[in-house]
């Protein structure tokens, strides 16, 4: 009888707290070599916790790491990258301004000495046999997302790493860059590597993983081989503990006046853009990446100034309505950015609310800060934001929940217009759940404009569907058109006939 192979890595009865939030619960987990091992889970389930202690980003508070069945501790990252351990973070720790070869070579020994050349035909020759094809002369500020990842993934190759993990790997990728990514995954794993994949898309992990370990409330649940999967709908109430379906009675909506209206505007990338947004209704903007839906979305939200052409906002002028902002009929903004532009990381939940709202709890020169208090425990309870402690600080809480925590902050204002920019990238399936449940709630009293690379998610909630390529509007229609919205992915491309 042959016994199975030792795991390369075993996690044992990890624990891990912050402050009163317990992210890891006694966790035991093996991790073996040639297998790709999916940790699946909601969004604060303690998944990137977990993985960050192994990496020796974090130190845990109890338990143990067995490497080869030796016990084995991190200070550092530097330790467990000597280990040849290494992790690919959901935002990269790059240098901009340097090239693919300097990124992937920085911080290595004996590296400066290297000949430019010598190390760039070695960065080549690393990305041919792993299939993450890359040109090693490039800046990195000039690449994309799924190029960045590549660089990121290179410099743990370089180093010999035998654990790869990937944090939510797919967020900021492409359809096509993330079917690369996978062959390369599965190209490593091949080889021998050890691959852990930290994601809560359910297709992703069927498609890809060899093992899955579902967490849930920062403990291991399940454990299963991907084989023993029977449906996506199976994974989902194993995952979240309760029957998951993904769709919403979008309904109809009372439609009212205009709420914004944009009329021939250019200002950097854009181009003669047209549209308009009245309140009941949600126009969904779609499109590849970096085809002006960033600067449209600055713009309206006051954070560029518009070049040539208007922009109406709730009746009134760009400048009019930014040089004297209205208390009552208000603009809401939901950023992609949740950590650097939506909310303040080092702040508690109820400085983090009070960032957009202070004036409704202010009375002269006197904030009423037990009545924000108050209001804020109100919102965490009803948008159902864990944890539910409002002395929590923002840097603890997983993307889900600091997103629902920010969309009741914005809701909390009643605004007349709300920009929601990828509203839910990044998030789990219960999370994304809410999350257009709030939206369509919320439209029957303002005007919503989403911003997603999720056509799914647009088809789901929006009324009518805008098209970008190349900084122009392509074509403005209804979601319930079938025929051109089978022709969305050719107008994405820059189609039209």
Same mark, same amino acid.
């Given at each position: 009888m042959?016994l199975?192979?030792p795991?390369?890595?075993r996690l044992?009865?990890?624990?891990?707290?912050?402050g009163?939030?317990?992210?890891?619960?006694d966790i035991?987990?093996?991790?073996r070599?040639?297998?790709?091992?999916a940790?699946?889970?909601?969004?604060?389930?303690?998944?990137s916790?977990?993985m960050?202690i192994?990496?020796?980003?974090?130190?845990?508070?109890a338990?143990?790491i #067995?490497v080869e069945? +030796?016990a %084995?501790?991190f200070?550092?990252a530097? !330790?467990a990258? =000597?280990?040849?351990?290494? $992790?690919?973070?959901q935002?990269f720790?790059?240098?901009?301004a340097?090239?693919v070869?300097e990124n992937?070579?920085l911080?290595?020994e004996?590296?400066?000495w290297?000949?430019?050349r010598?190390?760039?035909r070695?960065?080549?020759?690393l990305a041919?046999?792993?299939?993450?094809d890359i040109d090693?002369f490039a800046?990195?500020?000039?690449?994309?997302?799924?190029?960045?990842?590549?660089?990121?993934i290179?410099?743990?190759?370089?180093r010999?790493s035998r654990? #790869?993990i990937?944090? +939510?790997? %797919?967020?900021?990728?492409?359809?096509? !860059?993330?079917? =690369?990514?996978?062959e390369a $995954?599965?190209?490593?794993?091949g080889?021998?590597?050890?691959?852990?994949?930290i994601?809560?898309?359910?297709p992703?992990?069927?498609?890809v993983?060899?093992d899955?370990?579902?967490?849930?409330?920062?403990?291991?649940v399940?454990?299963?081989?991907?084989?023993a999967?029977t449906?996506?709908?199976?994974?989902?109430r194993?995952m979240?503990?309760?029957?998951?379906?993904?769709?919403?009675d979008k309904?109809?909506?009372?439609?009212?006046?205009?709420?914004?209206?944009v009329r021939?505007l +250019?200002?950097?990338a854009?181009?003669?853009?047209?549209?308009?947004?009245r309140q009941?209704e949600?126009?969904g903007?779609?499109?590849?990446?970096?085809?002006?839906?960033?600067?449209l979305?600055?713009t309206?939200?006051?954070?560029?100034?518009p070049?040539?052409?208007?922009v109406?906002?709730?009746?009134?002028?760009w400048?009019d309505f930014f040089?004297?902002y209205?208390?009552?009929d208000?603009l809401?903004?939901?950023?992609?950015?949740?950590?650097?532009?939506a909310?303040?990381?080092g702040l508690?939940?109820?400085?983090?609310f009070?960032?957009?709202?202070r004036?409704?709890?202010?009375?002269?020169?006197w904030l009423m800060?037990?009545?924000a208090?108050?209001?804020?425990?109100?919102?965490?309870?009803d948008?159902?934001?864990q944890?539910s402690?409002?002395?929590?600080?923002a840097?603890?809480l997983?993307?889900?929940?600091?997103q629902?925590m920010?969309?009741?902050?914005?809701?909390f204002r009643?605004?007349?217009l709300?920009?929601a920019e990828?509203?839910?990238?990044?998030?789990d399936i219960?999370?994304?759940?809410?999350?257009?449940?709030h939206?369509l709630?919320?439209r029957?009293r303002?005007?919503?404009l989403?911003?997603t690379?999720?056509?799914?998610e647009?088809?789901?909630?929006?009324?009518?569907i805008?098209?970008?390529?190349g900084?122009r509007?392509?074509d403005?229609?209804p979601?319930?058109d079938?025929?051109k919205?089978d022709?969305i992915g050719l107008?994405m491309?820059?189609?039209?006939?």
């Amino acid at each position: 009888m042959n016994l199975p192979a030792p795991p390369l890595v075993r996690l044992e009865e990890i624990s891990k707290s912050f402050g009163r939030v317990r992210a890891n619960s006694d966790i035991t987990l093996d991790i073996r070599a040639g297998k790709i091992k999916a940790l699946l889970g909601e969004n604060g389930a303690g998944k990137s916790t977990l993985m960050s202690i192994l990496a020796g980003r974090l130190q845990p508070d109890a338990g143990k790491i #067995l490497v080869e069945g +030796e016990a %084995t501790r991190f200070p550092s990252a530097r !330790e467990a990258i =000597q280990a040849g351990i290494g $992790m690919v973070y959901q935002h990269f720790m790059l240098v901009d301004a340097m090239t693919v070869t300097e990124n992937v070579f920085l911080g290595q020994e004996g590296g400066f000495w290297l000949r430019p050349r010598k190390m760039a035909r070695r960065v080549s020759e690393l990305a041919r046999r792993y299939g993450l094809d890359i040109d090693p002369f490039a800046r990195v500020s000039e690449l994309s997302m799924g190029e960045k990842q590549r660089v990121e993934i290179l410099k743990l190759l370089l180093r010999q790493s035998r654990v #790869l993990i990937f944090d +939510e790997p %797919t967020a900021v990728l492409t359809l096509t !860059e993330t079917e =690369q990514l996978f062959e390369a $995954m599965k190209q490593m794993a091949g080889q021998g590597k050890a691959i852990v994949f930290i994601s809560h898309k359910l297709p992703e992990v069927m498609s890809v993983a060899d093992d899955i370990a579902i967490l849930r409330n920062g403990a291991v649940v399940d454990t299963l081989e991907a084989g023993a999967v029977t449906s996506r709908a199976d994974l989902a109430r194993r995952m979240v503990g309760r029957e998951v379906v993904l769709q919403v009675d979008k309904g109809t909506s009372e439609i009212g006046p205009h709420v914004l209206t944009v009329r021939g505007l +250019e200002t950097g990338a854009l181009q003669g853009i047209d549209l308009e947004v009245r309140q009941g209704e949600i126009l969904g903007v779609v499109g590849v990446a970096g085809n002006g839906q960033k600067p449209l979305v600055q713009t309206i939200c006051g954070l560029t100034p518009p070049g040539r052409g208007e922009v109406e906002i709730l009746n009134r002028p760009w400048k009019d309505f930014f040089a004297r902002y209205p208390s009552d009929d208000t603009l809401s903004y939901i950023p992609e950015e949740r950590i650097s532009l939506a909310t303040c990381p080092g702040l508690n939940l109820v400085d983090n609310f009070l960032l957009t709202t202070r004036s409704d709890f202010s009375r002269g020169p006197w904030l009423m800060g037990k009545r924000a208090r108050g209001r804020a425990r109100e919102l965490i309870r009803d948008f159902n934001v864990q944890p539910s402690n409002v002395d929590a600080l923002a840097r603890h809480l997983s993307g889900g929940n600091l997103q629902k925590m920010v969309l009741g902050r914005e809701f909390f204002r009643n605004p007349k217009l709300i920009v929601a920019e990828q509203p839910t990238q990044g998030l789990d399936i219960a999370a994304t759940e809410e999350v257009w449940r709030h939206l369509l709630e919320a439209r029957k009293r303002a005007g919503i404009l989403l911003v997603t690379g999720d056509l799914a998610e647009a088809l789901a909630l929006s009324d009518r569907i805008a098209v970008m390529f190349g900084g122009r509007i392509m074509d403005v229609f209804p979601a319930s058109d079938t025929r051109k919205v089978d022709r969305i992915g050719l107008m994405m491309a820059g189609i039209t006939a």
